[in-house]
């Protein structure tokens, strides 16, 4: 049986097939998937999952696309969007359930207003509650791994499982190297304080004024370390506003990588090695990326677990 009949007959969600997948990322950068599906239930995932795995095929599970640059030639798998599994579920005051396609930022605006300051990152940061939990999203020194109690998952196998320790660090959790599916995230907010909105605010000015905003961007483009700032290494080289056609790294922020219009994948992976090459030679410092790069190699090493060993990425490391 085919893909697309399976999907179908099994209503396993709305399927979507040629789709381009610019639309679904902030860098509005990507090409075309064979099949791109919303699902519309954990059930029907893991009917899904198994099946792919019956016909080895492969699949990417997309979050808001904040954190992802994806190649835009044709992309010969099926992404995953769990945007239809946006539950909210309150457990009790300070904890609460939430699906993990749920973008949860005006529950974060309602949670802070109640004073519960660690609700910060749900704010200011454009993630689902997959993404974030995945990617272990932080900013002024509020991260997700603070309030995440457990979650609940599924394997490349279709099996739920649930887990307490996340294995979280910065930017890295259990799911990544697992390569595990959230489905719903238990969080318990812990630190109430009576400043917590006007703090918001405070905050939400900052980034206003230190990160370029409405335009085409996935964020920080490389992590920090606790001996630099990617920022400040790459403003060190004058590289601010330096541009490869459309590709272009920011005149506010200079970790901030900006689409101007029409910038091609291969244009930001040119940007992207230009940068880390330099400020290897200048500072013997290999920067990491923190924006998922993601080709069809990429998805194909994950899925068989090899993400660290042959990394994309890899392939650059040895400069
Ligand atoms: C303007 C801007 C500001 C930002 N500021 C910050 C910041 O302050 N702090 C910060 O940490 N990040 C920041 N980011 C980056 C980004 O928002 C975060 O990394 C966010 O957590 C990504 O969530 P997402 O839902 O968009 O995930 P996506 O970008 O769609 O995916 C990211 C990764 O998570 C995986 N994933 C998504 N959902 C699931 C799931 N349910 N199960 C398994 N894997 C999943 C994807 O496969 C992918 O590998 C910013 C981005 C932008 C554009």
Known sequence: MMLKDYISKNHIGTLYEYHE???YTTFKIGGICRYYIEVSSIVKLSLLIKYLKKINYLYYILG??????IDDCFLDCVFISLKKLNKITKLAENIYMLDAGLKPNL?????VKDGFIDAI?????????????????SCFKKSIQNIVKSVICMDHFGNIIFLKDCQFSYRKSIFQELN????KVIFEFKEKKEDAYSTLKKYQNIKKTTQPMLVNTSGSMFMNDLNY??????????????SINDACISMIHTNFFLNKGNAKFKEMIALIYYVKTKIFLEFNIKLKLEVKIITIQSIAYSKNNLRNKIDWEGNYESF
């Not at 808001?64 to 640059?69: M, V």
């Not at 595990?180 to 489905?183: A, K, R, S, Y």
Request: proline share 4%; hydrophobic share 50%; charged share 15%.
């Open 21 to 23: 997948l610019k639309q």
């Open 64 to 69: 808001n696309g904040s954190n992802l640059l």
């Open 107 to 111: 529950l974060g605006i309602k949670l």
């Open 121 to 137: 990152p749900f704010c200011l940061i454009p993630g689902t509650i997959g993404g974030l939990t995945y990617m272990n999203a």
């Open 180 to 183: 595990l599916i959230i489905l």
């Open 229 to 242: 700032h990617a920022w400040e290494l790459i403003d060190k080289l004058k590289l601010r506003g330096f």
